[in-house]
């Protein structure tokens, strides 16, 4: 978070097993729940921005390629991208 950002609360519940492991990656830490908190969520917003960069850029280069076998293997990127393994 940024030092001039006024921090906002929010009221989050979270299933009991997910509580758990929040308090036990804070003690680990020293740091509060709080914290931890925060900084998943940080973190899993910035993968979800490298995912959708990711996906932008093999889209781009799917419509310029020409070879079909490469084609192909971008559109398999693809889909694993879009719906998993």
């Known amino acids: 978070m940024r030092a001039t950002e006024r921090p906002v609360r929010q009221s989050v519940s979270f299933p ?3 509580a758990r492991r ?3 990656l ?6 509060s729940a709080s914290r931890v908190i925060t900084e998943l969520v940080e973190s ?3 993968a979800q921005e490298r995912e959708r960069q990711r996906f932008l850029e093999l889209a781009d280069r799917l419509s310029r390629e020409t070879n079909r076998a490469e084609q192909q293997r ?3 990127e693809l889909a694993r991208l879009t ?3």
């Open 83 to 85: 719906f998993g393994e």
């Open 26 to 31: 804070a003690r680990a830490r020293r740091t």
């Open 16 to 18: 009991s097993h997910l």
């Open 74 to 76: 971008l559109k398999e």
């Open 22 to 24: 929040i308090k036990t």
């Open 44 to 46: 899993g917003l910035g």
